[in-house]
């Protein structure tokens, strides 16, 4: 299941066409402040020959994005990360019975406004949004073209660390073992990472 992050400040990033819809607090990544954090990204199209598209649904096991859901999607085209955001907010709204103010409400004004205290409660819709019962029975087939940005943390590198280290050894390492741009710059760290 997926809790918001604890941490104040922190940040979640994550990258998909400019088109296609995408829930950041299940397909994004953790940024913490004071850390240096390095990412990759490596983007992968799948493109469907005419042979592949004859096909009917049930036999290629995906959807075009032509392929709707029909009237009841709340998006015009088929993408499986816009069928699973409509699979947790209808799951959400049902158990939490409220939609937040800033949402969509799946079915057009029949749920309340969801506040921070009783019954309608914003963490009960958020507890909802990221469990992984949203998905159940939900049918959300993958999209049978596309391109899909792998985005991978290749390191996070804590720099608030990195400077408490150095004044400590600014001034406990004798100054022959002292990384020469501490001399030049009067201690600050200009020319470090």
Not at 93 to 114: H, K, Q, R, S, Y
Request: proline share 6%; net charge positive.
């Amino acid at each position: 299941m997926y809790r918001f992050p604890k941490r104040k400040n922190s940040a979640l990033v994550a990258i998909n066409e400019w088109l296609a819809s995408f829930n950041v607090h299940t397909d994004g990544h953790k940024i913490s402040p004071g850390q240096k954090t390095v990412m990759t990204v490596q983007p992968m199209s799948v493109v469907a020959t005419e042979r592949f598209r004859a096909l009917n649904i049930a036999k290629r096991g995906c959807r075009f994005p032509h392929e709707t859901l029909g009237n009841g999607s709340m998006f015009k085209t088929y993408d499986q990360r816009s069928c699973r955001f409509e699979c947790r907010l209808e799951y959400a709204a049902a158990e939490a019975g409220c939609v937040p103010w800033d949402m969509p409400d799946p079915n057009l004004g029949e749920w309340d406004i969801c506040t921070s205290v009783g019954e309608n409660n914003l963490g009960k819709f958020d507890d909802a949004m990221g469990s992984d019962a949203a998905l159940d029975n939900c049918g959300c087939l993958p999209n049978c073209e596309g391109t899909d940005y792998g985005l991978k943390v290749l390191s996070a590198f804590n720099f608030i660390k990195l400077q408490l280290c150095y004044s400590i050894c600014r001034f406990m390492c004798p100054i022959s073992n002292r990384p020469s741009s501490a001399a030049s710059t009067n201690g600050r760290m200009s020319n470090w990472p």
